[in-house]
């Protein structure tokens, strides 16, 4: 790990837990969905940085890979509201992820999911089992009255990549990794009330490149344009208009990538049984040194 990227992990952090608490701030009852998500993607470039992945806001049942489509909105009122937010600094990557509870019902939910990821971070260290960490997420959570969701995981952040190894598990998976010097990774608990499993259903929301390869239409070849702009981080249709090209022209060219697999798209991942999910998230850094910091974690309210 060179001396930059230390420094620019720790400062993307910082700027993700200062965007993630200038977000929460937003989602109260009444507010708009839209309205929010917006006020938060210009706070990140008013920050100096870019997205890592767009920011989603996940609602109820639904763990992540939630967004509306750019004409649609909503005004939150008593749901269980899931914020994960990503920022790039210089090609080095902050993720964390809090959950708001506006009906007043299910703080306790909320309460297991913060307390595993305390608990996960304070044993973080150099050659600990990475299983251990999600022993301590599941029995944390346990402990609470829940469970964890085990499809759904922790991982490593790279320049540039949002989803890198290690992966960090939510429960012991018995897997050999441990914590060597150098890593940088998210710790990403996930807690609910039902089954502890999710799966992908609906439209895709959030899309990733595949392939450069020229599609056919003039209009999927001037997206593929502009994805190529976002040096292969995640991205989501309200990214590719312009103002000019009409949603449904957009739409149809995202479609036809898709098609042609130049893209892949992730659908909203939704809770088994239907229970409510609270998600709690923060980026690790473990320095040559075996020196660790939580970048996301000082300014978390």
């Given at each position: 790990m060179n001396k930059s990227y230390k420094q620019n992990f720790i400062r993307a952090g910082e700027l993700a837990g200062q965007v993630r608490s200038f977000g929460k701030a937003l989602i109260k009852a009444g507010a708009s969905?839209?309205?929010?998500?917006?006020?938060?993607?210009?706070?990140?470039?008013?920050?100096?940085?870019?997205?890592?992945?767009?920011?989603?806001?996940?609602?109820n049942e639904v763990a992540a890979h939630f967004l509306l489509r750019p004409n649609e909105d909503i005004v939150f009122?008593?749901?269980?509201?899931?914020?994960?937010?990503g920022v790039c600094y210089q090609g080095a990557i902050g993720d964390c992820a809090v959950t708001i509870d506006l009906s007043g019902k299910h703080q306790k939910l909320v309460d297991a999911a913060e307390a595993a990821l305390l608990q996960a971070e304070q044993i973080v260290k150099v050659g600990l089992p990475i299983?251990?960490?999600?022993?301590?997420?599941?029995?944390?959570?346990?402990?609470?009255?829940?469970?964890?969701?085990?499809?759904l995981s922790g991982h490593g952040l790279g320049p540039y990549k949002i989803h890198t190894s290690p992966t960090i598990p939510n429960y012991d998976d018995y897997s050999k990794g441990v914590i060597k010097p150098g890593m940088t990774f998210a710790i990403e608990p996930f807690a609910t009330d039902g089954s502890g499993l999710i799966y992908e259903e609906g439209r895709a929301a959030i899309f990733s490149l595949l392939s450069t390869r020229p599609p056919r239409s003039e209009t999927a070849r001037l997206l593929l344009t502009k994805i190529r702009?976002?040096?292969?981080?995640?991205?989501?249709?309200?990214?590719?208009?312009?103002?000019?090209?009409?949603?449904?022209?957009?739409?149809?060219?995202?479609?036809?990538l898709l098609k042609s697999g130049s893209i892949a798209?992730?659908?909203?991942?939704?809770?088994?049984?239907g229970g409510l999910v609270a998600q709690a998230e923060n980026s690790v850094l473990v320095d040559e040194d075996g020196q660790v910091t939580i970048t996301t974690r000082a300014l978390t309210p």
């Amino acid at each position: 790990m060179n001396k930059s990227y230390k420094q620019n992990f720790i400062r993307a952090g910082e700027l993700a837990g200062q965007v993630r608490s200038f977000g929460k701030a937003l989602i109260k009852a009444g507010a708009s969905y839209s309205e929010v998500l917006h006020k938060i993607r210009h706070k990140i470039f008013e920050l100096g940085a870019i997205p890592a992945f767009p920011p989603q806001i996940a609602l109820n049942e639904v763990a992540a890979h939630f967004l509306l489509r750019p004409n649609e909105d909503i005004v939150f009122s008593d749901q269980v509201v899931k914020l994960d937010v990503g920022v790039c600094y210089q090609g080095a990557i902050g993720d964390c992820a809090v959950t708001i509870d506006l009906s007043g019902k299910h703080q306790k939910l909320v309460d297991a999911a913060e307390a595993a990821l305390l608990q996960a971070e304070q044993i973080v260290k150099v050659g600990l089992p990475i299983r251990e960490i999600g022993r301590v997420i599941e029995e944390t959570i346990k402990s609470h009255g829940f469970r964890s969701i085990k499809n759904l995981s922790g991982h490593g952040l790279g320049p540039y990549k949002i989803h890198t190894s290690p992966t960090i598990p939510n429960y012991d998976d018995y897997s050999k990794g441990v914590i060597k010097p150098g890593m940088t990774f998210a710790i990403e608990p996930f807690a609910t009330d039902g089954s502890g499993l999710i799966y992908e259903e609906g439209r895709a929301a959030i899309f990733s490149l595949l392939s450069t390869r020229p599609p056919r239409s003039e209009t999927a070849r001037l997206l593929l344009t502009k994805i190529r702009t976002f040096n292969g981080l995640p991205f989501a249709t309200h990214d590719l208009l312009d103002g000019k090209t009409p949603l449904l022209q957009v739409e149809l060219g995202l479609a036809e990538l898709l098609k042609s697999g130049s893209i892949a798209g992730y659908g909203p991942l939704i809770e088994e049984k239907g229970g409510l999910v609270a998600q709690a998230e923060n980026s690790v850094l473990v320095d040559e040194d075996g020196q660790v910091t939580i970048t996301t974690r000082a300014l978390t309210p």
